[in-house]
Each structure stands twice: as C-alpha cells, then as structure tokens.
C-alpha cells in the first residue's frame, strides 16, 4: 500500500492556549488548513501543541496520515504538521488570497 499523504497549510495564528490543570504543562491550538482529498478548497481545522513554542512556522507542510476501522467505521490517524515535510510553495488559503487561474 502506498503512503497516504495530505498538505496542511500553518497559518501561525494560535487559536486558544491554557494551563493543563492535570500536569500544569501550557497547551495551545494553533490554525491551519487541510487540503482533504476529493474537496475542492482546503478546510480550516485546529491542531494541537504543548506550548507556543511547538507551533510549526507558517508555510505548507505534507503529512503522512492513515486510515483504521474501529467498531466498523474508517477513523483518520491523527495528522501533525509539526511531524511534517516542510514544503516550498507558498501559503495561499491560510492568507485569503483567491486561487485564480488563466484560461
């Protein structure tokens, strides 16, 4: 089987942080967007990170994820950009910029 892979956009922008009060260690979710198979513009998701320091720098990442069945239905792995291939090419949906094209 192939390896499945999807591009996240990171946008840098952090969502909401806190104080886990279980281990006191900080938390924060950050902004990005989900290029998903199959949809044609990417979908604005949040991703977990211990600390502000965690969160990857803005740009397109490609992350490798899976899928299982649990109780007969297909479950997604959890996908981090900060596990992520850094990618070069530039940062469009997170920026608002429309995607034109030349006919």
Sequence with gaps: MSQL???????GKVLRRGISQKSGKPWCTYQGYVHLPGVSYPQEGGFYAEGDGKVPQPGTYECDYSIE??????SLS??????????????????GAPK???I
């Excluded at 892979?5 to 946008?11: D, F, G, Q, Y």
């Excluded at 996908?79 to 291939?85: E, K, M």
């Design 5 to 11: 892979t999807m591009l996240i956009e990171v946008t």
């Design 69 to 74: 069945v649990k109780d007969g239905r297909p």
């Design 78 to 95: 959890q996908i981090d950009p900060a596990q992520g291939r850094r990618k070069n090419t530039p940062v469009n949906s997170a920026l």
């Design 100 to 102: 034109t094209v030349s």
